[in-house]
């Protein structure tokens, strides 16, 4: 009497697990995205160990939704249609992202990513108003930022506390917001005419590691992504103010 009951119980508890369980789907290789037939095929995929590019497709909304992980990277470059690009529930990527030249996209969301191995580059995707990338703490190498027309105020990696190597943001931004605990070895900021350099110096300078660089009153030659400063341009060596300290001190010392 009492042994169907329980066996059913149990087949009960295992069908509502498995109905909410998300499919864990592990997916291994390059995806050379070129067609939406393409792109179906990782979208069920909740880890990826290989690359992802998306690059001259016809693709309008490129959504990955089960995506957690990424061992590898994404570059999303050159799709003319492309309006959406969400990843919103990827946590880590170890290697790159680059989304360059989507001339239509408007929104890139990135909402759980809280570590990104290598580089994020964003260039060129002169229809975003507000990239999300909200809770990303860390960076291992560089941050390139440039050509993002309609972002006034950059303010989209409010969490970021460490870039490994260069911060280089680059626009007609009137506010630049980032975080106050934000170490980068070295930062480039290119600002509207209505955020000086005086500013921007004294604001960043003690969250870089080596050198700030500065340029206000962006114009669009001088916003490709890690291309040389204009003369003009200020740089301030970070550790300046330690060496003029010390050499004070030497002096003081040798009276
Ligand atoms: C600064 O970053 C930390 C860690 O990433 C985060 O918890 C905190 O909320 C951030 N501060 C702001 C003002 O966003």
Redesign the pocket.
């Known amino acids: 009497m009492q042994l169907p009951s329980v066996s059913l119980l149990l087949l009960a508890a295992a069908l509502s697990v498995s109905a909410r369980a998300p499919e864990k789907q592990k997916c291994e290789g390059n995806f050379n995205i070129k067609n939406d037939d393409d792109f179906a095929k990782i979208v069920p995929c909740s880890e990826i160990k290989g690359k992802v590019f998306i690059d001259h497709t016809k693709l309008t909304e490129a959504d990955l939704p089960n995506l957690q992980t990424l061992d590898g990277c994404i570059k999303v470059i050159s799709n003319a249609e492309l309006e959406t690009l969400a990843l919103p529930r990827i946590t880590t990527i170890t290697g790159v992202v680059e989304i360059s030249n989507n001339p239509q996209l408007s929104t890139i969301d990135f909402n759980g990513l809280q570590v990104l191995g290598k580089s994020l580059t964003l260039t060129a995707n002169p229809s975003v108003s507000s990239p999300n990338f909200p ?3 860390s960076v291992g190498e560089n941050v390139l930022v440039a050509g993002e027309t309609k972002v006034t105020n950059f303010n989209y990696l ?4 460490s870039v490994g190597k260069t911060m280089d943001i680059r626009g007609s931004f009137d506010t630049i917001s980032l ?4 170490k980068a070895k070295n930062m480039v900021l290119v600002s509207s005419s209505k955020l000086g350099c005086a500013e921007i110096t004294k604001n960043w300078t003690p969250m870089v590691e080596d050198k700030l660089k500065c340029f206000e009153k962006a114009d669009k030659a001088h916003l490709t992504a890690g291309s040389k400063l204009p003369n003009g341009a200020i740089t301030v060596q970070a550790s300046t103010g330690v060496i003029a300290a010390s050499v004070m001190l030497i002096a003081y010392l040798a009276l």
């Open positions: 809770e990303l703490s409010p969490a970021l506390q975080n106050s605990t934000l």
